[in-house]
């Protein structure tokens, strides 16, 4: 019976471990389909060009791709600007201050939110941001603005990341222990000193984890903001232009027109630096959440 045991338990590591590291394989496969996919276009431009060039003309065989890289950063730091402050205050009031009838009302709410279509955040970006920031907010700093900016597609990102983060952010400050908690008020720190200084504190490593994820979903967001971003192959130069984000060029232009020379090739490349960029951060941020958890 022991020996049965024993054969039942190595098998379920080994099935566990091969499962691991199909898991693991399935990244650098992708990784290496998207490079042979993308590899024509580096016969005939040199990485440096694709990258820093901001001429986006497939009909002229140019592809400069630092316009969609830049609207992709300035969309998700936008986003996480905006959500970051608000998810952590609101995660703050949820576990130190809230009555659990509100809490009651509040977590079905944000559960809603999370699960809704992008496609919705997109109308509802397109019926409500992008004409309160054409008539109401644009007026007061620049002449003109159609509403279809990096803002809008920030804001409406935002929103999308926000019950994600506040979820992420209330487990968090939930499993702080109450006798922390107990120490600081014995202390005499009121209840936004408790929530700063120690329940976020003790919480730090989770924070970051859950902003770096926060983040790569806001990465690789594609319908909500390409339905109010404006679509523009420009570098964005102020949160109200228009701009043009990776997940926007490929969803928008795969499919069509690919018997162009090249034009496949350049898509994939696209999905390509967004699927670099996704990974290089995890690691980094990874590496930065260890040192992090190693100095508490």
């Not at 590899?39 to 060009?49: G, K, Q, R, T, V």
């Not at 065989?61 to 950063?73: A, D, S």
């Not at 209840?191 to 989770?206: D, Y």
Request: aromatic content about 12%; proline content about 5%; charged content about 10%.
């Amino acid at each position: 019976m022991n020996k049965l045991r024993i054969i039942k338990d190595r098998a379920t590591g080994a099935i566990m471990a091969t499962i691991t590291i199909v898991a693991l394989l399935l990244v650098i496969v992708m990784g290496i389909g998207l490079y042979l996919k993308s590899a024509p276009i580096f016969a005939e431009h040199s990485l440096w060009d694709l990258l820093t060039a901001s001429s986006w003309r497939p009909f002229k065989n140019e592809f400069g791709f630092l316009p969609f890289f830049m609207g992709t950063i300035w969309v998700t730091l936008i986003a996480i600007a905006i959500a970051l402050p608000l998810s952590l205050l609101t995660a703050i009031y949820l576990t130190e201050y809230a009555h659990r009838i509100v809490k009651r009302f509040v977590f079905p709410a944000l559960d809603i939110l999370a699960s809704l279509p992008s496609v919705i955040y997109g109308v509802w970006g397109t019926l409500i941001i992008v004409p309160w920031i054409s008539d109401t907010l644009a007026p007061h700093f620049v002449d003109f603005s159609a509403g279809y900016t990096t803002l809008a597609a920030g804001i409406v990102l935002s929103i999308m990341v926000l019950p994600l983060l506040v979820s992420l952010f209330v487990e968090l400050f939930s499993s702080v222990s109450d006798e922390l908690r107990a120490a600081s008020y014995s202390l005499g720190s009121t209840r936004w000193q408790t929530a700063i200084s120690v329940v976020t504190k003790k919480s730090l490593p989770g924070i970051f984890a859950a902003v770096v994820l926060a983040i790569s979903r806001a990465l690789g967001e594609t319908i909500a903001v390409l339905m109010v971003c404006g679509n523009l192959p420009q570098i964005p130069h102020s949160l109200f232009d228009a701009c043009y984000p990776l997940p926007a060029l490929i969803a928008n232009n795969y499919g069509e027109m690919l018997s162009l020379p090249l034009y496949e090739a350049a898509l994939m490349f696209a999905a390509l630096i967004l699927f670099f960029v996704v990974l290089l951060f995890n690691v980094t941020s990874r590496v930065i959440l260890y040192r992090i958890e190693k100095q508490q």
